[in-house]
């Protein structure tokens, strides 16, 4: 997919602010620090479209913008980061599923998992509550540069035998590199495809 165009539009303290147009909207969700800001500034070719920060927590909000004129690319705030307050996590978390349960034009969930690390009991009970809720969704295995190929196998391995556990057929995982540009063509062509199938 060409990028022509990629702007900022709104951050949104819940989803009754988010923006009215009802076109296709896409939402990159991850645990704090998985690298979020970066994969969706490579994907639209645009280093400074979502600010970067070596601080997890960064996104406190439902940030949106708009692709090509045509689609959502909604950011929302990173789960389980330890030095937000209770109250805060709380609050995120019930933010997100309002979205998550009340967004008319969500197309689809990108999970954000990181590479580096074996499976995190926070992400499987995010994957479960998206399965449980009916919610669509697909996985981007990120920062696979930062890992040899044999703790990338082994670490995704892992993921897919405790998706196994819950999950008939597993879902749809992509793997990227914010710095080398994997898994662009990939994802861009989920989403190019998935528009076309809207119709």
């Not at 898994?183 to 495809?193: L, P, Q, S, T, V």
């Amino acid at each position: 997919m060409n990028i022509t165009s990629a702007e900022f539009i709104s951050s949104s303290p819940n989803v009754t602010l988010c923006p009215k147009d009802l076109i296709p909207e896409y939402a990159f969700i991850g645990r704090s620090n998985v690298g979020k800001s970066s994969l969706i500034n490579m994907l639209t070719e645009r280093k400074k479209l979502a600010k970067t920060s070596t601080t997890p927590g960064k996104t406190r909000l439902i940030n949106h913008f708009r692709i090509n004129d045509e689609w959502y690319l909604a950011d929302l705030p990173g789960y389980g980061y330890a030095k937000v307050s209770k109250k805060d996590r709380e609050s995120f978390a019930r933010m997100i599923r309002q979205y998550a349960t009340q967004r008319q034009n969500l197309v689809s969930f990108f999970v954000l998992v990181d590479a580096r690390h074996p499976p995190q009991q926070l992400d499987l009970d995010f994957i479960e509550w998206l399965g449980d809720s009916n919610l669509p969704f697909v996985i981007v295995y990120t920062k696979v540069d930062k890992v040899t190929q044999r703790e990338k196998s082994k670490n995704l391995s892992l993921l897919k035998d405790k998706l196994s556990e819950s999950w008939e057929e597993l879902p749809l995982i992509f793997e990227s590199s914010a710095i080398k540009g994997t898994g662009r063509d990939e994802i861009m062509g989920f989403i190019n495809a998935t528009n076309a199938n809207l119709g």
